[in-house]
């Protein structure tokens, strides 16, 4: 996850998506929440030795990996308990732009301006532990992805595959998840057609098919599928979806245009061929007011929660039939923000409300209430690629 501006000019498209992808290429700051907590908070459920159930985040920033914890009896996000600062050497201080976590058991996190891919165990106490081999991995490729979106490094469902496309040689290098968290050090590569220029990453909810779209000058034209489990690449197809979402089931795609040259306020519902992978759009898409930067799709399996975030920072809310594939506004939110993501359990909605160092990040349960007025916790935030996890 990355992070965005939050006000739409023509002609700088490129530039707000690398602001709601996480931090983008721009140094945005070192800090990092700004509470404390102790070990002994009540609010968390407890599990057995010194494994602590819950909701984590973790955040990319200047100064490192950092780790927050939320807790919804206390109604606090605070600094995880024995978590400290986890050092990220030769990032020249410098937040990270993309962060990834597979299968709920490792993170992964890449760095353009030094090209490097970090990774780590994701513990039971919400800390991490780096895995032998991947604190760093060299990925020089990554130097020049400077044009890449919100999702240029995703894994898949299970936890197997890392996916991180490189725009210089049009391609996408292909990583192997071993048991340990640890990468292959060879990827394989998906190559793109001449001139097919990767922008965005993402695996539909069973994990068949990996999707990749590309940029010409501001705008999508194309969007290539590859069948993970046969390796092979289909043809690109005209298509302008920049940014998207799979739900858990696989059936459907959600994503949305970002397109200035027509003000595209809708987000558009795409049904998934079992067979193939490719995409049929679902009816004619859902009006939105502002125009829609970024989709956040509620990820647990029977998840019925769209949210989009525009470029005017309007939170639009939606939910969403897993039979017919239509969208219904929910009504009556007056939240605002940049970018958004669910836990894992899809229980909560983290939101990144602005552009200013520091912002405010906030944590709504849906779970409760899908129309988003008053947020269950919130913390000051300083930008850079992030991700929740979930320990059970």
């Known amino acids: 996850m990355t992070m965005k501006g939050r006000v739409l000019l023509v002609g700088i498209v490129m530039l707000a998506e690398m602001w709601l992808v996480g931090c983008g290429h721009y140094n945005c700051g070192t800090t990092f929440g700004a509470s404390s907590c102790s070990a002994g908070n009540s609010g968390l459920n407890q599990g057995n030795g010194n494994t602590t159930k819950g909701t984590y985040l ?188 799979g739900e858990a089931s696989g059936t459907y795609m959600i994503g949305t245009r970002a397109d200035i040259a027509t003000f595209d306020n809708n987000l558009h519902v795409m049904s998934i061929n079992s067979s193939t992978g490719a995409l049929t759009e679902v009816g004619t898409g859902l009006p939105t007011t502002d125009t829609p930067a970024l989709v956040a799709v509620q990820p647990n399996p029977g998840g019925t929660l769209v949210y989009s975030f525009g470029f005017g920072s309007t939170i639009e809310g939606a939910s969403f039939n897993l039979t017919t594939g239509s969208l219904t506004p929910i009504l009556g939110s007056t939240a605002t923000g940049i970018s958004g993501e669910f836990d894992p359990s899809g229980k909560y909605l983290f939101v990144v409300e602005d552009t200013s160092n520091p912002t405010v990040l906030d944590a709504f349960d849906v779970s409760a209430s899908s129309t988003l007025t008053t947020p269950l916790a919130n913390v000051p935030w300083a930008p850079g690629a992030w991700q929740t996890f979930d320990t059970q």
């Open 58 to 245: 973790l955040i990319a920033n200047a100064g490192g990996i950092q780790g927050e914890v939320l807790d919804p009896t206390a109604k606090t996000i605070n600094i995880t308990p024995g978590f400290g600062t986890v050092s990220t050497p030769g990032t020249n201080n410098i937040p990270g732009d993309w962060m990834v976590v597979a299968g709920g058991k490792f993170m992964y996190s890449a760095y353009s301006g030094s090209g490097l891919i970090f990774g780590w165990t994701l513990n039971g106490t919400g800390t991490i532990t780096a895995i032998s081999g991947v604190t760093p991995l060299s990925a020089l490729y990554l130097f020049t992805n400077t044009s890449a979106g919100t999702q240029a490094m995703v894994a898949n469902p299970a936890g197997t595959l890392l996916f991180v496309l490189d725009q210089n040689n049009e391609q996408v290098d292909v990583y192997q998840i071993g048991s340990t968290g640890a990468l292959s050090s060879n990827p394989a590569i998906i190559q793109l057609p001449s001139g097919f220029r990767p922008y965005n990453l993402a695996v539909d909810g069973q994990g068949k098919f990996l999707y990749i779209s590309n940029i010409v000058g501001l705008l999508t034209t194309e969007v290539a599928v590859y069948n993970i489990s046969s390796a092979t690449l289909n043809p690109p197809v005209a298509m302008t979806l920049q940014q998207m979402q």
